[in-house]
Every structure is written in structure tokens, then in C-alpha cells.
């Protein structure tokens, strides 16, 4: 009976034990000090995505051939702050992770993330690559920490079906916020639908009202006496929370629906309901793909309306290495980032087989531009390999396309970017809610509360 | 000799009778030990995923409370730093006061509702079961699922609300888009979603309640409302006492609704202490921030847990 008991205790307690200790058997990848390194990679598209899953595997086959100490894992897996940290905490992070490029700076900024510069280096094309595209993936000192899968710089996207509505020009979207507010006016007047739609939250609002204030030519945060500061609470920014106010207040253009992040208004905008809002070239996929958009001949987009900034903001996926990541299985997410994502937009030959391999599926959005990774010419000989490919209407995007690249590419703020949007959001909001809202009071606050936290983050 | 003979057998038989007593105790004991031991053995998985799951995570919180970590790098002490940091984010006061409010209006408008609906289904005497999985129905559904269709039900354009509020002539209201209504939508949707459990829970302890009580109201001419305030709610204090600080200590914790609804917002009028617990997390990345506050409210839920079992053991002895 004791001895049962002993085996009873025993068992239970090896149990117990082989618990604790099968905790690492839970780890997804070895640790690549082994003969071959596994890594798992975010980026594979999921099953209803079949043309471009094929691509992927197909890609995957490839750099398993040319790398034979390396295997590829794809995870469908994407960006979500909610799991991001506990995934990392608990050591089941992807090695490459996506990101957007909303991102970056705050993972750089916590240390989250590896340098990946020594890496790139070693690529004879990193010379190349665009700098404006590389520097919101960079801290101060210059080293770099992602590779861009499709960079972008914000732009205004346009329902041209509702301009044409509304007696405008749909090859001529507005170009001054000017503009915007007198077009918005008359798309409301019209055709009975928002005019303009502004992101209000999930720190999407302060995000937006980053853009608009580089366009009005000021900026977010100072440098004074080698410490961040806000610098919103100017004439720039004023402005453009003005503007906002009297679209909302005197001309009736924003719609009633005024609590939204970018999902819902590209939800809004597929379904014919926006006239105009911010955003990439990169929203023609979301649109078409995700949320069903079947009139994408009504896309378009412009450059950044300006207002004397003469400056858009940058965008884009990012692809970026955890920190927890082992040195050699940074090495090799290094050749896997070059392999999948540097090489096609650098050499026209695989471009051009990519294009072809993701155009078999109608739903696919092939050919939506980019910024030239690396420099025009190269962007040029992309853009004519893929050429016989291409799906999306490119005209809808020339006005984008020319007017972009007069515009100055400015990165999202340096340090709290996300604390200066939390509290500008709050601003947007009241504008948007409060026919009363005081302009200036709003922005002394966020001023305030945002310098305090700038301040501790920079002790 | 007979004395002796007969006191001999008396010592032996105390004598045995003591050694008898002592070894039914020894044997008491170990037999106790042995359930013990038993018990304890079984005890053991729930020992270890207890550990794992619940108490490393809570050691863990409240360590990183008193740390600045990225998660990836060693934590650094802090010292109180994170509790400094929250008490000087103006943000907290608000987070706090709308909490307090959405509790406060959750009470209000929550509390009745689940009580009066399941008076009214008990007095139902055929398919009272469509009723109860009516009622029940909106627990079922996820969440997220239910905020999302209230969101359609709120939309100031298109929404179910302002159409059918429009047929008579009232609204167009806000709902969400402003501060003043925001808090109060988010408590509709909540009632509407949670008290399908404490329906059904009323309902059981409506049926425990003696029938002859009812009987001898009426027989005093007491009429339904009489009933119901003279019998049904005495009887049913104690489901009440319970079901009113389970509501307190589950909407002091309220998330879902202020996250997918508004994010906060319009105007922070629906940051609640708990969104504020994820923005410091995972939007700004300051976990021993976050950690802080977790820590802070989970004092405030302990102290409404030890009302909770106090009420509960009085509420038992009577």
C-alpha cells in the first residue's frame, strides 16, 4: 500500500514535473543552434487567399533550395498589439513578424526589436536602397530595423463614382485642404454622403492629424535642449483642427458616424458610402480583398492635399525581427527578407513571375504601386516587367503617383508616438462631438499631458 | 483474591481498553493521514495548473508593477515609479469617474431589469421555456458579435434606433458620437447582453419560494404588486444581495464594450480603469504601468470579494 502510494506520489509527481518541464517542448522553433534553422515567418496569405498562398509556397520552396540549412514555417498569424507582448513574453513570437508602419518606432524605442543592419550589409544592392523608405524604419544613430514589403506615403483616397456625382472632375482630386473642404462640401450637398471621413480612434485620429499637420508644415515633436517636446500646440496643427471643426459644424461634410479607425472607414468607403479619406495606395487591396469592394473601377487616389507643408507621411508593411530572436536565426531571417521581399522589388525578373503568379486569381489585386525601394530608375523596370500582369486600374492611381514624389516623406513621430496620438485623438474627438470645442484649450492640454509623458519616457 | 481476581481483569481490561482507545487513534490518525495524503496527491494537478496559471501570473503582475520591462531585456527595479507615473496620468481620474458611472448606471438600469423580467416570465404558465431561452439567448452570443450588432443598432445614419425612433418623430440621437449618451449606450447594450444568467437565476429562486405563502397574502387580499413586494423580494434577498455585488465586481471590469463601441472615446468619456490597463500595455508598451493599475484594481475587486464572502456567510446563517 505504501509502496502504491510511493508510485501513486511518484507518478503524480513526475507528472508534475514533465508539466513544468514540457513547457519548452511548447517552444514552435528550435534555436537555430542546431544543423538546421527554423524559421517562422509571418507574411503567408491565408487559404482564401489561394493564388497568392501558391506564390508563397512556391517562394518558400525556392529559398529552401538556395538556403538549404534554412526551413521556412509560414504563419498566417498578423500584427495585433494584444498578443504581441505576451507572445514575446512567453517566447512564441514569429522570428519575422509583419508590422505596419505605424509600428516601428515604438518597438525600436522599447528595444523590442533587432537591428538588422549588419545583416543587410552583406547585400550587394544595400547601398541602393531609397533612404526616405529606410528612415522610419531606423532609430537616430541610423541602424536599420526592417525590411518594407510595400512602402507607401499617404495619400487621399477618392470614390470617383461620388465625385462624378457631385459635378466633379474624377481625374482631379483636390489638392489643397482648401480643396478638400470646398469638394467634401459638395459630395455632401449632392449625393447625401460624407464628404470626407476623419479617423478618430484607436490613436488612428492623432495618427491622421499627424499627416494633416505636415501638410500644413508643422510637425509633432521638437528637439530641445536634446529632449522631445511636443510641438502640436502651433499654428499648424491649429489649423487643422479648425478646418475639421468647420467642415464638421458649418459645412455638415463629415457625416454622422464620427468614432472611427481605418477599418471602419474602408468598410464604409467599399461599400460606396465616403467620399474622401486618408490613406495609401495599399487601402485599394484592403478594400477590394477584405472587404468586398466589387466597383473598384470607383478607386481612386491623390497626393496629400497641402496647405504650405509640402509633406506627406510614410507608410507600409514592415517586416521586423523580435529581439528574442538568437543571432543566427537573425542572420537567417535576414536572407529571407532579402529573398522574399528586397530581391522582387529590386530585380524585374522575379517581379514580373510574381505578378504573373498572383494575377491567376481575379481577386488578387496585382500592380498597386509603391514607392521605389530602392530608386526610380530600378522602380521603372519593375513597373514594365510586371506591366501585362497588372489588375488594378493604374490610371485611378496617376494622380497619386505625380504628385507624390514633389512631397517631402516625414516618419511618424520619434518617441511616444503612440502617447501624442492617444491624447490627440481625444482633441479630434471633441472637434468632431462638441460644436463648442475650444481649438486651443484642446491642444494645451494634449500639449501638457503628452510633454509629461515624453519627459518620463526620457529620463 | 476475588477482589483481586476481579480487580485484575478490570486494570487489564482498562488497560486494553486503553491500548484498544490508543490504537483506534493511531489508526484514526493514520487513516486520516492516509485520506490526507490521498487528497493531497489528487490535489496536485490542481496544485501545478493553479500555480502555472493563476498564482505565478499574479507574483509576476505584481512584481513587473514595481519594474520597467520590455518583456525582452532583464526588468529594472523601479522602485514606485509606475504607481507615480499612473497617479500623475490626468487620464486616471477620468478612467476612475466613468467607471464609477458605468457601474453606477449599470446598477441603475441593469440591476431592476433581470428582476422585473423574471417576475413577469414567472408569472407565465405555458412555453415559459421559449421565454427563458429568449432571455438566455444574448449570453450565448460572443461578446464582440452582440457589440457589433448594437453598433448597427446605434449608427446615427443607418442604424435600427434612429429609424424606428424616427417613425415617430423623435431623434435623430447621437447614441456613441456624443460624451453625454456614450457611457449610456454602452450600459444598454451590457443589460441587454448580461442578464440573461440572472434571469434564469431569479427565476430558480422564485420557484424555491412555499407556494403557501402566496396563498395566505391573497387570502389577506393582498393583490400582485402587494405579492410581490411582501413575499417575493423578501424571499428573494439573498439571490439579490448576491447577484448585486457579482454585478459590481464584473462591471468594475468592464472592457469589451468601451474597446470595440468607441476605444475611449468620444472625448475619453468611455475610458474605463480597465482600457486604460491595456493602453498603458500594449499601446504605449509600459507593462510595469500597466501592471500598477492591474494591481490597484485588483485591491478594489479583493475588498468587494471580502464584502462578497462576508455577505454570503451572514446571508448562510440566516
Known amino acids: ?268 468607403f467599399a461599400a460606396g458610402q465616403v467620399g474622401m479619406f486618408l490613406g495609401t495606395p495599399g487601402t485599394y487591396r484592403l478594400a477590394k480583398v477584405t472587404y468586398g469592394m466589387t466597383n473598384t473601377g470607383d478607386y481612386g487616389i491623390g497626393a496629400m492635399p497641402q496647405a504650405g507643408g509640402n509633406a506627406t507621411l510614410s507608410g507600409g508593411k514592415i517586416y521586423m525581427v523580435p529581439a528574442s530572436v538568437s543571432a543566427a536565426k537573425r542572420a537567417a531571417a535576414v536572407k529571407w527578407l532579402l529573398f522574399a521581399y528586397a530581391q522582387p522589388q529590386y530585380d524585374p525578373a522575379v517581379a514580373a513571375a510574381n505578378a504573373k503568379a498572383l494575377a491567376a486569381d481575379p481577386k488578387a489585386a496585382v500592380g498597386v504601386p509603391t514607392l521605389p525601394l530602392f530608386n526610380q530608375a530600378q522602380q521603372d523596370k519593375i513597373t514594365a516587367a510586371i506591366q501585362p500582369y497588372v489588375n488594378v486600374e493604374l490610371p485611378h492611381f496617376a494622380p497619386y503617383l505625380t504628385g507624390t514624389p514633389a512631397l517631402a516623406l516625414r516618419a511618424e513621430p520619434a518617441v511616444q508616438a503612440q502617447a501624442i496620438y492617444a491624447a490627440l485623438d481625444t482633441a479630434i474627438q471633441a472637434v468632431l462631438t462638441d460644436r463648442n470645442a475650444d481649438v486651443d484649450a484642446l491642444l494645451a492640454k494634449a500639449e501638457s499631458d503628452v510633454n509629461a509623458k515624453l519627459a518620463a519616457a526620457q529620463k | 483474591m476475588s477482589a483481586d481476581l476481579t480487580e485484575v481483569p478490570a486494570r487489564s481490561t482498562e488497560r486494553s481498553g486503553g491500548a484498544i482507545a490508543a490504537g483506534a487513534a493511531r489508526s484514526r490518525r493514520r487513516s486520516a493521514w492516509r485520506a490526507d495524503a490521498v487528497a493531497f496527491v489528487l490535489l496536485i494537478p490542481a496544485f501545478v495548473v493553479f500555480g502555472l496559471f493563476s498564482w505565478w501570473p499574479i507574483i509576476r503582475g505584481l512584481l513587473i508593477s514595481f519594474q520597467e520591462t520590455n518583456l525582452v531585456e532583464p526588468a529594472r527595479w523601479v522602485g514606485l515609479d509606475n504607481f507615480h507615473a499612473i497617479f500623475a496620468d490626468p487620464l486616471l481620474g477620468k478612467a476612475a469617474g466613468n467607471t464609477l458611472l458605468f457601474v453606477g448606471l449599470a446598477l441603475l438600469i441593469g440591476f431592476p431589469a433581470p428582476l422585473i423580467l423574471a417576475a413577469i416570465m414567472s408569472t407565465v404558465r405555458r412555453a415559459g421555456g421559449i421565454y427563458r431561452f429568449l432571455a438566455y439567448l444574448p449570453v450565448v452570443i460572443p461578446p464582440v458579435v452582440s457589440v457589433l450588432l448594437w453598433k448597427w443598432f446605434y449608427d446615427p445614419g443607418s442604424g435600427l434606433f434612429n429609424a424606428v425612433f424616427g417613425l415617430v418623430g423623435l431623434g435623430p440621437f447621437p447614441w456613441l458620437q456624443s460624451p453625454d449618451s456614450a457611457m449610456l449606450s454602452l450600459v444598454l447594450e451590457s443589460t441587454w447582453a448580461g442578464m440573461g444568467g440572472a434571469v434564469l437565476i431569479y427565476l430558480a429562486a422564485m420557484v424555491g419560494i412555499p407556494a403557501e405563502l402566496y396563498e395566505a397574502a391573497e387570502s389577506d387580499g393582498a393583490g400582485i404588486w402587494k405579492r410581490i413586494w411582501h413575499v417575493t423580494l423578501p424571499q428573494l434577498r439573498p439571490t439579490i444581495g448576491l447577484l448585486l455585488l457579482m454585478q459590481l465586481i464584473s462591471t468594475i471590469q468592464v472592457f469589451t464594450e468601451p474597446y470595440v463601441f468607441t476605444g475611449g472615446g468620444p472625448q475619453d468619456s468611455t475610458v474605463t480603469v480597465l482600457l486604460l490597463i491595456f493602453r498603458y500595455a500594449f499601446q504605449n508598451g509600459a507593462y510595469g504601468q500597466a501592471a500598477a493599475l492591474s494591481f490597484l484594481l485588483a485591491i478594489a475587486l479583493a475588498v468587494l470579494s471580502a464584502v462578497y464572502l462576508r455577505a454570503t456567510r451572514s446571508w448562510s446563517r440566516s
Not at chain 1, 498569424?77 to 518606432?105: C, H, R, Y
Not at chain 1, 449632392?190 to 508643422?218: C, F, R
Request: some cysteine; aromatic content about 8%.
Open chain 1, 1 to 268: 500500500m505504501r509502496t502504491t502510494r510511493r508510485s501513486a506520489l511518484a507518478l503524480f509527481g513526475g507528472a508534475a514535473v514533465a508539466a513544468l518541464t514540457g513547457c519548452d517542448s511548447l517552444k514552435p522553433t528550435s534555436d537555430g543552434t542546431g544543423d538546421t534553422i527554423v524559421l517562422r515567418v509571418q507574411g503567408m496569405p491565408p487559404a482564401t487567399e489561394k493564388a497568392s498562398l501558391d506564390q508563397f509556397a512556391k517562394l518558400v520552396a525556392d529559398f529552401e533550395k538556395a538556403n538549404p540549412g534554412i526551413k521556412i514555417e509560414g504563419s498566417t498569424n498578423v500584427w495585433d498589439s494584444m498578443t504581441f507582448s505576451a507572445k514575446l513574453a512567453g517566447g512564441s513570437i514569429e522570428d519575422v513578424i509583419s508590422v505596419p508602419l505605424t509600428e516601428p518606432q515604438g518597438l525600436i524605442e522599447r528595444k523590442q526589436v533587432s537591428s538588422i543592419t549588419g545583416d543587410l550589409r552583406g547585400w550587394n544592392h544595400y547601398q541602393e536602397f531609397n533612404p526616405q523608405v529606410l528612415k522610419p524604419i531606423s532609430d537616430a544613430a541610423g541602424e536599420v530595423y526592417g525590411v518594407p514589403e510595400a512602402p507607401f506615403a499617404l495619400g487621399l483616397v477618392y470614390n470617383r463614382a461620388l465625385f462624378a456625382q457631385a459635378g466633379l472632375d474624377p481625374d482631379k482630386p483636390p489638392t489643397t485642404w482648401a480643396d478638400v473642404q470646398a469638394y467634401a462640401k459638395q459630395i455632401a450637398a449632392k449625393t447625401g454622403k460624407p464628404g470626407y471621413v476623419q479617423e478618430s480612434k484607436d490613436n488612428q485620429g492623432g495618427w491622421q492629424l499627424t499627416m494633416i499637420t505636415y501638410a500644413h508644415g508643422g510637425s509633432m515633436e521638437r528637439l530641445d535642449n536634446g529632449k522631445y517636446v511636443a510641438d502640436f500646440n502651433s499654428a499648424p496643427t491649429k489649423s487643422a483642427l479648425n478646418l475639421l471643426k468647420t467642415m464638421r459644424w458649418t459645412d455638415d461634410s463629415l457625416g454622422r458616424n464620427l468614432l472611427n479607425n481605418q477599418n471602419d472607414v474602408i468598410k464604409a
